[in-house]
């Protein structure tokens, strides 16, 4: 088989384009002709196909870009990747003081500069004890054999969650 040439693609997309303005011109032309109640069922009835349509694309949109950072976010805990944070929170605050200028006019003063600065160090540093804690803890009970059981949120969640599903069928019967 031969390959189509460039110029007869392009010839094959504009026909396509230009079919799709007749058809388009046409159909328009036809619900004008129409009367009131017509016009009102169809434009309704476009309208809310169009809404609809719209909003399954956003909400697909919306759990695409939502997990992908969900995944990243899981990945970055788990040690799967690194990420730069300091590196992406400075750019972030360049784009906000860009933004804040162009709408406001003036760029943020250094106290709210510095005061971001500073939210971030000590966020580090709270982190940095956590961190410290959690291993200091795990290392204490180790020393004095404390090996009793310790409930966590999952526990709790599931035992909850396993609670309503009983109430939810005690209670639809």
Known sequence: MAKPKKDDT??????IVDDA???IEKAIGDIGKTSATKQLILGTASGWITGFITMKIGKLAAV???????????????????INWDKINKRVDKI?????????????DWFDKVERFVDRKIDKAEELLKKKEHKAKRW???FIG????????????????????????????
């Open 146 to 173: 404390d090996d009793h059981y310790r409930a966590t949120e999952t526990h709790v969640f599931l035992t909850s969650f396993v609670a309503g599903m009983a109430i939810g069928l005690i209670c639809g019967k």
């Open 21 to 23: 303005k007749n058809f």
């Open 96 to 108: 906000t003081d860009k933004i804040e200028k162009e709408t406001t006019g003036k760029s943020p």
């Open 64 to 82: 695409g870009i939502g997990g992908g950072v969900i995944l990243l976010h899981i990945a970055s805990q788990k040690g799967y990747i690194d």
């Open 10 to 15: 392009s010839e094959e997309a504009k026909k």
């Open 140 to 142: 204490y009970n180790d």
